[in-house]
């Protein structure tokens, strides 16, 4: 995805590495789960019942739920313009008009950027992941050249 060089653009970053590493371990889990059910047969472990079809079928479906929890962390997401910035994490979203936030940071040995806002709360940005690199830092130097054009 190209990102423009913020003046009063907007833009969107999602991360890049997490979203390769859920795919394919979500795709690992169902096929795991989907194999493990076919070895689902005959009687149980201790001879008291027998293993049928549902049980297989569960099993898969608890390998899809499984994948399902994986591929959440795909979810974080930023959307900034020149009035607000949008955040999606994994559990929880923001609005923020710029007036709110105070800065953008990504200090050193962080996991991810975060807004720092005038009561002194933070607020974590998912979507800008260290473990992406410069990805990650030109988004947050695309986010503070947006929060700096709405400060002036």
Request: avoid cysteine.
């Amino acid at each position: 995805m190209s990102v423009t060089t913020p003046t009063r653009d907007a833009v969107e970053f999602r991360p890049r590495r997490i979203r390769w590493v859920a795919g394919i371990s979500a795709a690992a889990v169902v096929i795991l789960f989907t194999a493990l059910s076919f070895g689902l047969h005959g009687a149980t472990g201790d001879g008291m019942g027998q293993f049928e079809r549902g049980d297989q079928t569960a099993m898969i479906g608890l390998g899809l739920l499984a994948a399902a929890g994986i591929l959440a962390f795909t979810r974080p997401r930023v959307r900034a313009d020149a009035e607000h910035v949008r955040i999606r994490n994994v559990i929880g979203n923001f609005d923020l008009p710029w007036s709110a936030v105070r800065a953008v940071r990504f200090d050193r040995n962080a996991a991810w950027a975060m807004l720092e806002l005038h009561d002194d709360e933070t607020v974590p940005v998912h979507a800008l992941q260290a473990a992406d690199k410069e990805y990650a830092v030109e988004g947050v130097r695309a986010l503070r050249a947006l929060h700096s054009a709405a400060s002036s």
